[in-house]
């Protein structure tokens, strides 16, 4: 190689820094749409009867998830009251630890993202740059105006519709941004080109506090606690039941129960506007070496320490509430290993 190419490998390699940020996503679903699409309305470009009616859709399916899970987990609830423990002979336990495992993971990734939407909302960045004009924003309305416009070097959109431009004929309007398309697509220009679409996301900037503190009553706390709820009475429900199919199918219905408001989000969202949400631009944080070390022990020790607590507490819990006499043993362990391993060896 030449010296000064060496130079230059030498020069890159110095002053390469390693990345100190990390990006949180809004959450696709319905808690991020009904976080994000209030802050992306616009009256002028949307209209008043979208703007209307979006806020209330969104509000709508909201509520609708939270009645629907509401009503599954009061209906668990009476029926763990009313059903009891069916077989306390403690045959059914390895199956039971891990049924009960399987569905507290999966509630562990629900919790994880409750605690995502309660830190996007802390770090979502506002649309004032000093800290005096921050403190004005904090203080505005749900939606300050200075959020309403998008930023002088990105075109305007809202929630639904965006403003349609043609530089090239230099005017604005539906009319001129038909004519920009039908123009481009004669050409071919947007066949297999790249395209900065960057320019055109939604962006969660500018939000004012009342609107964080909204969103966090009515959004990321209600939604944790839910999460923690169904975690503990799906659980209950698994241990109680009185036979291994059963157990499997039930396993699969508190699941089913989980993903409730996906199915009600993408039944009733809109491809446009779930790609808007899907490719909304992320919040940037600051991660230093201690913040990375703690996301770090929490996701390798914590989160898998607790997942496996919860579910050895419920089913404790449970056997000892329905079976006075029930003890943790390492029994019925031992004997369905050596069930597998007859079964192995007879295959065999």
């Known amino acids: ?24 996503s809004v959450p696709t679903g319905i808690y991020g749409m009904a976080i994000a699409e209030p802050a992306v309305l616009d009256r002028k470009l ?6 209307c009616v979006e806020l209330v859709r969104a509000l709508g399916m909201l509520c609708l998830s939270y009645i629907v899970s509401g009503l599954f987990m009061h209906q668990l609830w009476e029926m763990n009251e009313r059903n009891g423990m069916s077989n306390c002979s403690g045959k059914l336990l390895p199956l039971e630890l891990g049924c009960v495992f399987l569905f507290e993971v999966r509630m ?13 909302l802390w770090a979502a960045p506002d649309a004032a740059r000093t800290p005096e004009v921050r403190m004005e924003v904090c203080k505005g309305t749900l939606l ?7 930023a002088g070097d990105s075109p305007k ?4 519709m965006v403003r349609e431009e043609n530089k090239e004929v230099g005017g604005s309007g539906r009319l001129e941004g038909l004519v920009a398309r039908l123009t481009r697509m004669r050409r071919g220009s947007d066949r297999g080109s790249f395209r900065d ?3 055109s996301l939604w962006k969660l900037e500018g939000l004012s506090c009342t609107y964080r503190l909204w969103c966090t009553l ?3 706390l209600p939604k944790l606690a839910l999460d923690v709820a169904l975690a503990y009475l ?38 446009v506007m779930r790609q808007s949400l899907e490719t909304m631009r992320a919040v940037t944080v600051d991660m230093g070496n201690k913040k990375r070390l703690a996301t770090w022990f929490a996701c390798s020790f914590l989160y898998p320490f607790v997942t496996v607590l919860a579910a050895l507490e419920v089913i404790h819990r449970t056997r000892s509430v329905h079976c006075p006499g029930f003890t943790m043993s390492w029994e019925p362990f031992v004997d369905t290993a050596h069930s597998f391993v007859h079964e192995v060896r007879k295959a065999w």
């Open 218 to 220: 009515t959004i990321g």
């Open 234 to 271: 799906g659980g209950v429900y698994i241990v109680q039941t009185g036979s291994d199919e059963e157990m499997l199918t039930n396993s699969l219905a508190m699941v089913f129960i989980a993903e409730t408001d996906e199915l009600l989000y993408m039944a009733f969202t809109s491809d």
């Open 108 to 120: 562990m990734a629900d919790v994880r993202k409750s605690f995502s939407i309660l830190t996007l």
């Open 197 to 199: 679409d960057s320019r």
């Open 144 to 150: 300050p105006m200075k959020y309403r416009p998008a």
């Open 46 to 51: 949307d209209g008043n009867f979208i703007y």
């Open 157 to 160: 959109a809202g929630a639904v």
């Open 1 to 24: 190689l030449k010296p000064s190419c060496l130079k230059q490998r030498r020069s890159i390699s110095v002053d390469w820094t390693p990345p100190r940020e990390m990006d949180i």
